[in-house]
């Protein structure tokens, strides 16, 4: 039967799990269009295009780190993952206006046939990257408020003290035997 004390145990084994997931599409990717050509209009198109694609894995692998981070109490860790994913946010949405500049040029630089595939893939990888930084925020934010001081994880928040109550001898009341 499990314990309260096996989850964190189990949870910890995830760790390389989700350092694979978040960091094996870019490294796979990284690898697969070696030399960098930060030249060639259609390098950076294709780079950046396959990066958006792979976010959903990356994603998972943070969420998967953070989640561990949250169950076994991991504090600095889901902070520094926090910060992580905030960073990844901002340079995502870098990468989307110089990926948008590109497709505008890809656009003008292929063919008539080609033009319709290179509207097509652009849309999808802006669409995988603009749910990719709402999710990269959204973890980011998750992460630093599941940090704060005061707050566990899952207890629930206190509410804010209303008026004091007094209790006294009320006024204008009458005694009757």
């Known amino acids: 039967m499990f314990t309260d004390e096996n989850i964190p145990r189990f949870a910890k084994g995830l760790y390389p799990l989700a350092a694979l ?3 094996f599409p870019a490294v796979d990717l990284a690898l697969r269009v070696s030399p960098p050509q930060l030249g060639s209009l259609q390098w950076r198109f ?25 169950i076994c ?3 600095s860790f889901l902070r520094a993952l926090g910060y992580v994913a905030m960073v990844f946010a901002m ?3 870098a990468l989307v206006v110089l990926f948008l ?12 046939n080609a ?4 509207l097509i893939a652009a849309l999808g990888a802006l669409y995988t990257a603009g749910l990719g930084i709402f999710a990269f925020i959204a973890i980011g934010r998750g ?3 599941a940090t704060r001081r005061g707050t566990a994880a899952g207890a629930p928040r206190r509410a804010k003290a209303g008026a004091p109550l007094v209790v006294g001898p009320q006024t204008g009341a009458t005694e009757s035997v």
């Open 21 to 23: 997931l978040a960091s």
């Open 101 to 112: 500049l590109d497709a505008v040029q890809m656009r003008q630089v292929v063919n008539a």
């Open 143 to 145: 992460a630093l408020s």
């Open 115 to 118: 033009k319709r595939t290179v």
């Open 91 to 93: 340079l995502a949405v």
């Open 73 to 75: 109490g991991h504090r």
């Open 46 to 70: 294709t780079v950046v295009g396959l990066l958006f694609g792979n976010f959903g894995t990356i994603l998972i692998g943070f969420g998967l780190a953070g989640l561990i981070a949250a």
